[in-house]
Every structure is written in C-alpha cells, then in structure tokens.
C-alpha cells in the first residue's frame, strides 16, 4: 500500500536536498519510491515554483494533471478569486476521495509559505529506521500523511516533531 507524506522544509532548497537522500534510500531499496513532488517558495516570490518528479526513472504513478490540481488547490486558489475558486472547490471534492481533504489543503497552504519548501512523496514498502537514519540531521516537518495514527506518531517523534 502507498503511502502519501508531505514533509516541509524551513528553507526553499531543503525539499530538493531531501529529494536526493529519498533517491538514495530507493537505489538501496530501503523504499520504494512511486512519485513525488517538490515545492520551491523564494522570499519575495509572489508564489511557488513546483515540480513533478515524474523525470526520474520508474516515477509517475501519478499523472501531471494531479499534481497541477493539487497545488491550483493549495498554493493558487488564493490568486485566482472566487469564480476560479468556486470550480477548484468541486475539484476538492473529488479529491476529499482519496485523503486530501480541505483540511489538508489548508493546513500545507497555512505551512508552505515564503523561504520554505516541500516534498510531497508517495512511496511504499519503507524501512522506516532506515529512512529515520538517513534523514538524521536534516530539520523537516511532518504535515500529512495517510500513515495509520501509530507510524504517523512514531515518524513525528523520530524526527522532533510534536505538533498535530
């Protein structure tokens, strides 16, 4: 089963730095990476730069029509006005499906702001203390997931993360 994660990261470089141990854990098949986005937000940025990952080898699960969806939802909604924004609100319907709920939306639209970054991954069969390892040293948070509430609690501990 895959797992949908987005992790924040507190500089616009810090997704993309992850990105390469991610890629390093899925050569040594410590986990299975099947797609992924990042999300680059400069100071001074009137909005995000996102990209799909679907140029790396065996990545792209996902079409590009759901990551282009999903951050019209989260990170472009807000420039559009009400008329967009009514359309994007049936799409977020549809989207509620498979997890992304507006809760969602609005809590990575509340955390992925100016000088920050994300890597939005899906991903399955992880090693998690392996992955843990990796990770070591690198100042990121956990904001969703569709772990169960026990691997979401033992991910957010492993890395410093106490918030909800």
Do not use: C
Request: net charge negative; hydrophobic share 45%.
């Amino acid at each position: 089963m895959a797992t949908m994660t987005v992790w924040k990261f507190n500089d616009p470089d810090g997704a993309a730095t992850a990105l390469g141990t991610v890629k390093d854990l899925a050569k040594e098949h410590l986990l299975n990476l099947q797609d992924g986005a990042v999300v680059s937000w400069r100071e001074g940025a009137k909005k995000p730069k996102t990209k799909q990952l679907a140029d790396f080898t065996g990545v792209g699960a996902l079409s590009g029509a759901f990551w282009g969806l999903l951050f019209g939802l989260i990170f472009f909604v807000p420039f559009f006005g009400m008329a967009v924004g009514a359309a994007m609100g049936a799409l977020a319907g549809h989207f509620s499906n498979y997890g992304i709920d507006q809760e969602f939306i609005d809590e990575v639209r509340s955390k992925v702001t100016e000088g920050t970054s994300a890597l939005f991954l899906l991903t399955s069969d992880a090693t998690i203390d392996k992955v843990v390892e990796a990770f070591e040293g690198q100042e990121m948070e956990l904001i969703k997931s569709s772990l169960s509430h026990e691997q979401e609690e033992a991910l957010r501990e492993a890395f410093g993360d106490d918030e909800d």
